[in-house]
């Protein structure tokens, strides 16, 4: 009995070591298996440079409606987003001063008048021999004095006319009213035309772009609130002044107007067309963005291993992207199995 039992406890302990030296072996061979990627080779090829840039529609020119001396309001004949012609009535400001500007004006005339007399009489004593040419002169000047005070109030009176009835300069639409009638004017402007015929949007490019960019090129918009439909525009204006703070040239686009469709206010897309440029394409599957920053990295396949490239990825290509920088033409690239590679990591390649 006593040898049964001894036999039967050897016959566990052999097959209780056999199992864990199994296990130890199955674990051996998981942790010297290589993660499996799949790879794809990337080349260069020529890629049709685009910039885009967002802008807010600002009008051709502004127009601030204002009277040249403070007066009280009669009427305001059009009101915000109204559309107005060139010599258009807009304004109508109280006149109650104008009869004091005309008296001024009649008055002078008459001091003109009388001083024109005694000039006449003073020349004509003169060739008699009965006055001196410095009374001739003292009435010459006289003379001048009064025809210029004429004329200051004359404009004077014009100016009162022209502040009392305000007309638009130009054609365009209303888009500010600051006072109501009864209101005295102020600071603020009564009213503000916008020229909207045509409209432009004022990009900013990069240094880098400025030398692709000329007055005259096209360029395509879109806005927000017209979906897909495209309008043309023209680089009206390229600032040759960098801005300090973005490192950014301004560009004027201009878009014509006809229909008055685009107004002051919308948002714009502008592309342009830059060029071509050779450029490396990879599978947007190769592409890892690190989390918590915007950097981009490629795993790049050579001799069994992994490199950890960071990119500087350009245009996304429909399934691809255009990289500027950090993966050289011929490379071979890891598009699947990433998620447990690290910088410098052997790796096995799927069949």
């Known amino acids: 009995m006593k040898k049964y039992l001894l036999t039967l406890i050897i016959i566990f302990a052999t097959m209780m070591a056999a199992c864990s030296g199994g296990d130890k072996n199955e674990t051996t061979q998981e942790e010297e298996k290589l993660p499996l ?25 502004i127009n601030n409606i204002s009277a040249s001396t403070p007066n009280r309001i009669k009427q305001i004949l059009v009101d915000e987003g109204m559309r107005v012609s060139k010599g258009q009535k807009l304004v109508v400001l109280d006149d109650v001063n104008i009869s004091t500007y005309e008296l001024q004006v009649e008055n002078a005339k008459a001091n003109l008048q009388n001083v024109q007399l005694n000039y006449d009489r003073a020349v004509e004593l003169l060739k008699i021999g009965g006055g001196t040419q410095q009374n001739v002169d003292q009435m010459q000047l006289q003379l001048t ?59 900013n490019i990069s240094e880098s772009e400025l030398s692709k960019v000329k007055k005259g090129m096209p360029a395509e918009v879109r806005f927000d609130t017209y979906g897909d439909e495209l309008f043309n525009g023209t680089i009206t204006m390229v600032s040759p002044t960098v801005d300090s703070n973005s490192r950014t040239f301004g560009v004027e686009v201009t878009v014509q107007n006809p229909d008055n469709r685009i107004l002051p206010g919308m948002f714009g897309r502008v592309r342009l067309n830059l060029g071509v440029a050779d450029h490396v394409v990879v599978p947007d599957r190769a592409v890892v963005k690190q989390p918590g920053s915007g950097n981009h990295y490629v795993y790049v396949y050579h001799d069994g291993k992994v490199s950890y490239n960071k990119v500087e990825l350009g245009q996304r290509l429909g399934d691809s992207y255009e990289l500027i920088s950090g993966v050289e033409p011929g490379s071979q690239v890891v598009v699947s199995g990433q998620t447990k590679l690290a910088d410098g990591a052997s790796v096995e390649v799927a069949k």
């Open 37 to 61: 990627v799949k790879i794809e080779s990337v080349d260069s090829r020529e890629v049709i440079q685009e910039g885009n840039y967002t802008a807010t529609v600002e009008p051709e020119n």
């Open 145 to 203: 004095n009064a025809k210029n005070a004429l004329a200051s109030a004359e404009r004077t009176l014009r100016n009162v006319h022209e502040n009392t009835v305000l007309v638009s300069p130009i054609n365009g639409m209303i888009t500010a009213r600051n006072y109501d009638p009864g209101d005295m004017t102020g600071s603020l402007p009564i009213l503000t035309v916008a020229q909207v015929q045509p409209v432009k949007i004022v990009i």
